[in-house]
């Protein structure tokens, strides 16, 4: 079974950094993107980062580009999301998401197993 477990939220004053993880198992780890999303109620889920596993690629929204890094521990099949200079307008629900075999890891309706989420909370 597949399955994608996030850890790593909590509440952060704004400026301050958190690191979110999703530790992956029940499927082929490799040739596979994994992507970080959130998702504010009453609002379009937003593709943050994403990462092509087997070999290092990462790929970045815009909104998130120079503050949030995606990294991974190929060996504990987790994939990490360093974020710095939180602002209260990054207060979300934060979720990884993967697919197989990757076509574009900036696709971000190919998307299709994802976990339960983290909730991340900057406060001002």
């Known amino acids: 079974q597949v399955q994608l477990v996030e850890s790593g939220g909590g509440s952060v004053q704004a400026g301050g950094p958190l690191r979110l993880s999703c530790a992956a198992s029940?499927?082929?780890?490799?040739?596979?993107?994994i992507g970080w999303f959130r998702q504010i109620p009453g609002k379009e889920r937003e593709g943050l980062a994403a990462?092509?596993?087997?070999?290092?690629?990462?790929y970045y929204a815009d909104s998130v580009r120079g503050r949030f890094t995606i990294s991974q521990d190929s060996a504990k099949k987790t994939v990490y999301l360093d974020m710095n200079n939180l602002k209260p307008e990054d207060t979300s629900m934060y979720y990884c998401?993967?697919?197989?075999?990757?076509?574009?890891?900036?696709?971000?309706?190919?998307?299709?197993?994802w976990g339960q989420g983290t909730q991340v909370t900057v406060s001002s």
């Open positions: 998401a993967a697919y197989s075999p990757p076509m574009g890891c900036l696709k971000w309706g190919r998307y299709d197993t």
């Open positions: 029940g499927y082929t780890y490799s040739h596979s993107c």
């Open positions: 990462i092509y596993t087997d070999a290092d690629i990462t």
